[in-house]
């Protein structure tokens, strides 16, 4: 797995890259006392204040910049307030520049994490107009970390941005492939038919009227010394029509993004085999795409999943909780010490939480207030919601064990969450997270388009049970 950044200056150029300073709005103040007149002049006719995210650049000899003034407003440039750092790459004058005034080691981290994704873009199908200004590793971190963490969400941020004509299923399990050969991993597929024979119906059945065949991809990876057991399982649906109950265009136009639960998925199981943590891995990526033709399923269809229980096919357009039930059940079979499944699953979720906010849920309280935690630690926002089981009969159905499509409207996040429950033997060492992958409008350190959610808090909480 190659992703390099171009954000990053690999030569000896510490002693001559631009410094950067971060200054509050008390701290500007005593810099104004204490600055060269020529600089506090500068700063004072360019109207430069220290509001969160502001910059000016001070001119030094020869045309050269000599320093650089960030703005941190009424707090301070630490801990994953670090990451506001992620603003700089594309707007400051390229060249090399260092981090100065950073005191804890994690809020060098955080900031080199989000100068890292900050100058993430997109290029498969055009030349930037610019290269990012490029970033010194600050001194005693552990870069291997950022790195990985930098990685993983760069992949998961190409996946989903790439559209669907190259990014079908195909590409998709070619994509798990080349991330499993990286760390030495096995990789299989079922597919087409072959699913059929080995009891994955509801995937077959959601992705057999594509050109391209449904499958079920399966990364396992054994790392040193392992001591416990995760399987991971993400939504691969490449792109999602609604099927016959098919989507208005504009309910399409970002459709590309329904795999971004696998892409999620992905990030993390490469965070963790990079790390070389001790687990034994388990990734199962149920990859389709929901078109339309002759032998779509139909709505009124009902269908027997992997573990047996019956399912009435409502709306063709609610089929990850379909693909994701056949994938948990063989996840749940070989019960692992933890179950994780991530799936851009209901606009339920995003009414409730919004685009950033992924909600997440589980029966185990002591893992909700871990992965809430890290989410915090991480900067990667979470909360959970409840499995309430008073709504359990919104998913029955008067001819099948259950349906897809819950009656009343309501609690479409919820709902989705207690019928993929259904198919997990033991729930307490299950977390499923409905996520967006994608990020409406740009911020520091996350560009507009697709975007990795939970990976990171996930790969923090699995990391510390390992510590």
Known sequence: MDIAFDCLETGDAGANAVPIWPLTDEGFSAWLESAPDVDTAWALSNGFSPQKGEFLCLPGKEGRIKSVLFGAGNGQFDGIEARGYGCLPLRLPEGVYRLEGLESTEAREQAMLGWMLGAYRFTRYRTPKRQPARLVAPAEIDEARVL???????????????????????????????????????????????????????????????????????????????????????????????????????????????????????????????????????????AVENSVSSNSFRPGDVMKARNGITVENRNTDAEGRLVLADALAEAASEEPDLIVDMATLTGAARVAMGADVPPFFTDDDDLAAAIHGAGEVMGDPVWRLPLFNGYERDISSSIADITNAPSGGMAGSITAALFLRRFVKNSHRWVHFDVYGWCQRARPGRPEGAECNAAMAMYKVIEDRCA
């Open 148 to 286: 990985r963490l930098a990685r993983g969400m760069t992949l998961a941020r190409d996946l989903i941005n790439t559209p669907t004509e190259e990014m079908g299923p195909d590409d998709l399990e070619a994509a798990i492939r080349e991330a499993g050969d990286a760390y030495g991993a096995t990789v299989n597929s079922t597919k087409g038919a072959a699913l059929l024979e080995q009891n994955y119906p509801l995937i077959h059945w959601v992705g057999r009227a594509s050109a391209q065949e449904p499958r079920l991809v399966d990364l396992r990876w054994e790392g040193p010394a392992a001591s416990q057991t995760i399987t991971l399982v993400g939504k691969g649906v490449c792109f999602d029509t609604g099927g016959l109950d098919i989507k208005p265009s504009s309910g399409m136009l970002i459709m590309k993004k329904d795999m971004g639960g696998a892409a999620c998925i992905l990030a993390l199981a490469t965070m963790i085999m990079d790390a070389k943590l001790p687990v034994t891995l388990r990734v199962l990526i149920p």
